[in-house]
């Protein structure tokens, strides 16, 4: 399990291999970051390498 992201020492983003969770809703936010950070899991999962890299 990889933390990606804390509140107060308690994780709220993590990650474990192609798994993303968090205890947040970040589509209520105008911050796109996870959203893409997301795709990008999927992109590498699909074609195996970085969207971006492309």
């Known amino acids: ?4 992201c804390s509140l107060d020492g308690v994780t ?3 990650q ?3 798994i993303l969770v968090c205890a947040f809703h970040p589509e ?8 893409q950070y997301f ?3 999927i992109y590498r999962v699909k ?5 971006n890299m492309v």
Not at 47 to 51: A, D, L
């Open 1 to 4: 399990k990889k933390e990606l």
């Open 28 to 35: 209520l936010t105008d911050d796109l970051r996870i959203h």
């Open 39 to 41: 795709v990008d899991i």
């Open 47 to 51: 074609y195996g390498k970085n969207k």
């Open 12 to 14: 709220v983003l993590a």
């Open 16 to 18: 474990q291999e192609n």
